[in-house]
């Protein structure tokens, strides 16, 4: 990538409570149509695990995106807030907030949302309810467990001597696990009994993408299997668990089964890195153009209640 690109670190939301990098293609090159916005994970602040999104959101930038990530409320640089909204509809707000500022200062209209397992929870949540929202890339979200899962679970666990043991001598938690999971694993219970905890996570799940899929966003999901207790641990298991949304076919679904679930690995961070670029590159830019990649921006401190701090291809504004 031989293209530079500049930042802005921003203040906005309704009481510029909110903090943000704003990355950019330098003004001398054409800005595409289709921005991003990358969201926390978890209590992990803007940068992501290992620099991921602080790498994702420059190499975008010189690809000619405009890449947006932010703190949510009471995280990172960001201050709390100051109402009773519970955490999932403080998160849905912010969300908002940073659309209509990339919307207000930057004429943006087609946006990507990105995010890493509780990120790519909030995103699935908001992204159906929300015209500018064409797609979104989920890391590693929720899915929940099947039968096939269980009995796999079970045989990577027994690999274990000592699992062995602890499975022999009926203690240890694999034999708890065995003795609930039993009929599952072996397939004889198909689905949860309807009130636990996993039918509800997978009536939500099923409910949210089939909003998405209503919509026809795009939507690209990346599983990751590379440690023992990982929440999935085969290719199919997200058509499995949610088998009333028709997603084969409408969804991309990536299956690293080396990779942990916060990419520690720079081969498979690299790997992520390409597809994702890829993928976002994909959406079509239209004759409208999108915001001024320039300074201008800068001068609607008032309007957008926003501190502005330059940078060009440094660490400064992380």
């Not at 003795?179 to 309807?194: I, L």
Request: glycine letters at 8%.
């Amino acid at each position: 990538m031989t293209r530079g690109f500049s930042e802005l670190a921003v203040q906005f939301g309704p009481s510029a409570s909110l903090v943000g990098i704003l990355s950019r293609p330098l003004p001398e090159f054409e800005v595409r149509r289709t921005a991003v916005v990358i969201l926390n994970t978890g209590i992990a602040h803007r940068i992501g695990h290992h620099r991921m999104y602080v790498t994702m959101a420059r190499d975008l930038a010189k690809l000619g995106h405009l890449v947006f990530r932010f703190d949510f409320s009471g995280i990172g640089d960001s201050a709390g807030r100051d109402d009773s909204l519970s955490p999932t509809d403080a998160h849905q707000a912010d969300l908002a907030d940073a659309l209509d500022w990339l919307t207000e200062n930057c004429d943006v209209q087609d946006v990507v949302l990105i995010g890493l397992c509780a990120g790519a929870e909030i995103a699935l949540r908001y992204g159906y309810k929300d015209q500018r929202v064409l797609g979104m890339v989920l890391l590693d979200p929720t899915v929940p467990p099947t039968p096939r899962f269980y009995a796999q679970y079970i045989a990577r666990r027994l690999v274990s001597l000592r699992s062995w043991l602890s499975f022999a001598s009926g203690r240890g938690r694999i034999w708890q696990e065995l003795s609930t999971r039993a009929k599952r694993a072996v397939g004889a219970e198909a689905r949860p009994a309807p009130g636990t905890m996993d039918d509800k996570v997978r009536n939500e799940l099923e409910h949210l993408y089939g909003q998405a899929l209503d919509r026809d966003l795009k939507l690209l999901i990346v599983l990751t299997a590379g440690t023992l207790d990982g929440r999935q641990n085969y290719r199919e298991q997200l058509f499995d668990a949610l088998p009333n949304v028709p997603l084969r076919g409408r969804a991309q679904v990536e299956y690293y089964k080396d990779a942990d679930h916060t990419f520690t690995s720079p081969v498979a961070r690299e790997r992520l890195q390409d597809l994702v670029y890829g993928w976002v590159g994909g959406f079509q830019d239209s004759d409208r153009a999108a915001g001024p990649a320039d300074d201008s921006i800068e001068n609607s401190e008032e309007r957008s209640r926003m501190t502005v701090s330059p940078t060009r291809e440094s660490a400064a504004g992380d």
